[in-house]
């Protein structure tokens, strides 16, 4: 690994932990001193993702952190849950077993974290995503978000 500071080719390991998805490695230049973190994580794995218009590009994890970043912005979402939800999706992706995965797959995936993770954050994504044109959609959606808060209230007051 060569450092970013001084681009000296020996660097070592001084500490080196297993995080969920990655290597978390801290490392030391032997030339100029300073320290870095590095993360390994296996990414040869991950299927390519097929647009909507047929081209095709490679997952990016940050891509999809970003777009849920973007729904959950002022909200109260903390970013551990965000990438919680990230982490979800892309072990969702690599179990597919697929070679290519569909973009309307991925980001019907994010919908379904984003329902768990805040109601705003999912409409947010949702309209963009889905393309609302209409207040009537928005409605719809809305009209979704509440039946579904209405189904769950009815469900704990049965058990009670």
């Known amino acids: 690994m060569r450092c970013p500071f001084c681009d000296h080719a020996e660097t070592k390991v001084i500490d080196a932990r297993n995080q969920r998805d990655a290597k978390w490695r801290r490392r030391e230049c032997r030339e100029c001193e300073r320290r870095f973190t590095t993360y390994e994580r296996i990414e040869d794995l991950l299927p390519i993702v097929v647009k909507r218009d047929g081209r095709r590009e490679a997952f990016g994890r940050l891509k999809v952190k970003s777009g849920i970043q973007k729904a959950c912005e002022k909200r ?6 965000i990438d919680e939800a990230v982490q979800r999706i892309e072990r969702w ?6 070679r290519e995965v569909s973009a309307e797959a991925i980001g019907d995936r994010v919908r379904a974290e984003l329902r768990e993770l805040d109601a705003v ?14 207040i009537d959609q928005f409605r719809a959606a809305l009209d979704e ?8 209230e009815a469900g704990r007051g049965e058990g009670e």
Not at 93 to 98: H, N, P, R
Not at 121 to 134: D, G, H, I, Q
Not at 147 to 152: D, N, W
Request: proline share 3%.
């Open 76 to 81: 109260p979402v903390s970013a551990d849950a």
């Open 145 to 152: 978000i509440e039946a579904e808060a209405a189904a769950a």
């Open 93 to 98: 992706v690599l179990y597919q077993g697929e």
């Open 121 to 134: 954050a999912w409409l947010r994504f949702s309209s963009v995503y889905l393309n609302f044109r209409t």
